[in-house]
């Protein structure tokens, strides 16, 4: 009965959210850039980007986000987008695996026939 009720306390951690407020940016989405700074009503100064660039390590950070909405907001002195929020994550580097699949297999199936014609002749 207590191995039961341990795990059901275990099992049941993956249901609970986390409850934590995301901050407030400014979402350009022509240059899908999230600005973090208001001054005056005015969004600016630091950005961070809602993508991953190509070449990003495990420590470059990405705005992921969690609300959209239709709120209007100024960006500097002439531009505009809307407001949103978000989570600060982590570049994850397991989006690139797909690149690494295909040649892998390639090389795989070019040795299991490299191998197949050089292992003809046992006698």
């Known amino acids: 009965m207590k191995l039961i009720l341990i795990l059901m306390f275990f099992l049941s951690f993956p249901f609970f959210k986390k409850g934590y407020a995301q901050p407030l940016g400014c979402l350009r989405t022509s ?3 999230v600005y973090r700074d ?4 005015l969004w600016g100064g630091r950005t961070l ?3 991953c660039a190509p070449g990003a390590g495990p420590s470059t950070k990405y705005a992921n ?5 239709t709120t209007p ?3 500097e002195l002439l531009g505009s987008g809307v407001l949103v929020r978000y989570n600060e994550l982590n570049c994850n580097l397991d989006l690139y695996n797909f690149l690494l699949v295909i040649p892998m297999t390639l090389f795989g199936y070019w040795r ?3 191998g197949s ?5 046992i006698n």
């Open 31 to 33: 240059t899908s850039t």
């Open 38 to 41: 208001n001054l005056l009503g």
């Open 49 to 51: 980007s809602t993508l």
């Open 65 to 69: 986000i969690v609300v959209l909405s």
């Open 73 to 75: 907001c100024n960006i």
């Open 112 to 114: 299991i026939r490299m």
């Open 117 to 121: 014609y050089i292992n003809t002749d």
